[in-house]
């Protein structure tokens, strides 16, 4: 069973930068899509990045596309959400998940590994 710990969370002026971390325990880490989910209070938690299991298939939420960027080292088990020109809307607990398949998945249903979230705060 794969566990995840988030971090690099923490709170950022709008427009600046954050990157996000995730490492996962485990030896099947490389064999699984990852992905990032957030949820903002009082909201539904919401798809934002995935990749598949080798790194070469990436896939956005509208909303972070071109702002956000998630890669992986499989060597260290860690998945990585680098986020920029970050805006209030932004603000929201992300979750780090891992898929029992190799491949993309925007549907929260298909990861089953959830870490414990980290808050990320943009301030106006």
């Known amino acids: 069973q794969v566990q995840l710990v988030e971090s690099g969370g923490g709170l950022v002026q709008a427009g600046g930068s954050l990157r996000l971390s995730c490492v996962a325990s485990?030896?099947?880490?490389?064999?699984?899509?990852m992905g990032w989910f957030r949820q903002a209070p009082g909201k539904e938690r919401e798809f934002v990045a995935a990749?598949?299991?080798?790194?070469?298939?990436?896939y956005y939420a509208d909303s972070v596309q071109g702002r956000f960027t998630i890669s992986r080292d499989n060597s260290k088990n860690t998945v990585y959400l680098q986020m920029n020109s970050l805006n209030p809307e932004d603000t929201a607990v992300y979750y780090c998940a891992s898929t029992a398949g190799s491949r993309v998945a925007v549907d929260r249903r298909k990861y089953n590994t959830w870490g414990q979230g980290t808050q990320v705060t943009v301030s106006s």
């Open positions: 485990g030896s099947t880490f490389s064999s699984y899509a």
């Open positions: 990749i598949s299991w080798s790194g070469g298939t990436t």
